[in-house]
Nanobody, 125 residues
Framework: VQLQASGEGPVQPGGFLRLPCADS????????IGWFRQAAGKEREFVAA????????SYADSVKGRFTISRETAKNTVYLQMNSLKPEDTAVYYC???????????????????WGQGTLVTVSS
């Protein structure tokens, strides 16, 4: 699996951005797809995850109500829709995938086998 995530910025506080995570070679249907972020000087943290086959989702408390994770089968793509962005959302965002995760492990970055290259999201006025 070769995950490709892309984004653009900077974005002003209160703005929105949608990050795609796609794989051109394999179907993402068997996978749990997670989004993580890492701010400068901080550890990588969980943002959201989706189990593609069932559509079940999970979110970090810090993004609940602002971010939405979804998938689009026709494009073999998972999206992270980020609304009401705050300066503290500034980080490098990564998507990751794994086939065997149980729900209690979705938030643990060490449990994912495949990672995208990361994309910088800057929220600043």
């Amino acid at each position: 699996v070769q995950l490709q995530a892309s984004g653009e910025g900077p974005v002003q506080p209160g703005g929105f951005l949608r990050l795609p995570c796609a794989d051109s070679g394999r179907s993402l249907r068997p996978y749990v797809i997670g989004w993580f972020r890492q701010a400068a000087g901080k550890e990588r943290e969980f943002v959201a995850a989706i189990k593609w086959s069932a559509g079940h989702t999970s979110y970090a408390d810090s993004v609940k109500g602002r971010f939405t994770i979804s998938r689009e089968t026709a494009k073999n793509t998972v999206y992270l829709q980020m609304n009401s962005l705050k300066p503290e959302d500034t980080a490098v965002y990564y998507c990751a995938a794994d086939r065997t995760l149980i729900r209690s492990s979705w938030s643990k970055p060490t449990q994912y086998d495949y990672w995208g290259q990361g994309t910088l999201v800057t929220v600043s006025s």
